[in-house]
């Protein structure tokens, strides 16, 4: 079954450009142009990923607001901000928001599309038949790569599909440093150091709301993360 993007975007004419290009491709597209109009479509339906811009009409900051919304209703549902605003400021208040990737709007549309494929990977594995296996255990932590969910002392982590596979990267394999490629490839995603730092950053938090001790992510300046217990 095709796969249902919604694209939030303010201007008609990068709205439509999108819609079609994500049409040929295969995928099903709804489109809105302001926050509320894409929250009373999405009371009904969820899609299976969403495009954000930030400055919707006169809220300027309305795609941050709509991300937050829709990450209280989904911790797995794809989200991709696609804006003009290239500020660090504005990518580190998206990813903490909960984004899957914050892209800028000089993207081409094939490394668009290659981005959009990654997490629609990622989303497929969730509908995998379960049979209890592809389980890891380190200490507390408990991954389930089937079904893509992490527990911490028995407790769910509501990480993003992203932020699951930079725990599993590091997980796997207690001790090793993973360096910023290594934890690109293992997200399928292109990720800058900062991208990387930030989503690390809200892992952190994440795992911190459950036990206010965590300390397993370690930061080794200079060339990576590793996950100190096993």
Not at 20 to 38: S, T
Not at 141 to 165: A, C, N, P, Y
Not at 174 to 185: F, I, T, Y
Request: glycine letters at 6%.
């Amino acid at each position: 079954m095709a796969k249902r993007i919604a694209i939030v975007e303010d201007e008609a004419a990068i709205r439509e450009n999108y819609a079609a290009a994500f049409r040929r491709e295969g995928y099903l597209v709804d489109d809105y142009a302001a926050r509320q109009p894409a929250l009373d479509a999405f009371d009904i339906r969820l899609p299976d990923l969403v495009v954000i811009d930030i400055n919707l009409e006169n809220d300027v900051e309305g795609g941050f607001e709509l991300c937050r919304e829709l990450r209280a209703r989904s911790a797995d549902l794809p989200i991709i901000f696609l804006t003009a605003r290239d500020s660090e400021f504005d990518a580190v208040s998206g990813l903490r928001l909960g984004a899957d990737d914050y892209l800028t709007k000089d993207i081409s549309l094939p490394h668009l599309m290659a981005r959009i494929a990654a997490l629609f990977r990622r989303l497929d594995a969730l509908q995998k038949p379960h049979d209890g296996a592809g389980r890891i255990t380190r200490g507390d932590l408990e991954i389930d790569t089937e079904r893509m969910t992490i527990h911490w002392k028995q407790q769910s982590v509501g990480l993003t599909l992203t932020e699951f596979w930079l725990v599993h990267a590091l997980a796997r394999y207690p001790g090793h440093v993973k360096n910023r490629q290594q934890l690109m490839d293992a997200a399928q995603a292109v990720l800058d150091d900062n991208t990387i730092t930030s989503h690390v950053k809200r892992i952190r938090r994440k795992f911190h709301a459950i036990d206010p001790d965590f300390d397993a992510i370690e930061t080794v300046y200079g060339m990576g993360y590793r996950w100190l217990s096993g």
